[in-house]
């Protein structure tokens, strides 16, 4: 099993940044990929950046430019930097981590944190 605590979210006005952390305990051995999808109300919960264990990250088209996903493998934490936020931005970001065990690809969530821009 894999812990995930998650911080940094909050209330910020629009054009401000945030920065979320996410670090992960527990059985950290073989995590490869980390990452962040988030869910605004009233809609799926998306994808919003990861991040492989050779540090390829994938970003949605939405926030290209703004946000930067990176990682700390001896801290076993994922960072997403979030600049020039918009009123869109507004949900409940979720930290994922992604483990490679056999043929088996096993995920784990964080609770989440709530990230509310306003305009």
């Known amino acids: 099993q894999v812990q995930l605590v998650e911080s940094g979210g909050g209330l910020v006005q629009a054009g401000g940044s945030l920065r979320l952390s996410c670090a992960a305990s527990g059985s950290t051995f073989s995590i490869y990929v980390m990452g962040w999808y988030r869910q605004a109300p009233g809609k799926q919960r998306e994808l919003v950046a990861d991040i492989k264990s050779d540090d390829s990250t994938n970003y949605a088209d939405a926030v290209k430019g703004r946000f930067t996903i990176s990682r700390d493998n001896a801290k076993n934490t994922v960072y997403l930097q979030m600049n020039s936020l918009k009123p869109e931005d507004t949900a409940v970001y979720y930290c994922?981590?992604?483990?490679?065990?056999?043929?088996?690809?096993?995920?784990?969530w964080g609770p989440g944190t709530q990230v509310t821009v306003s305009s």
């Open positions: 994922y981590v992604k483990r490679i065990v056999g043929s088996n690809r096993p995920v784990f």
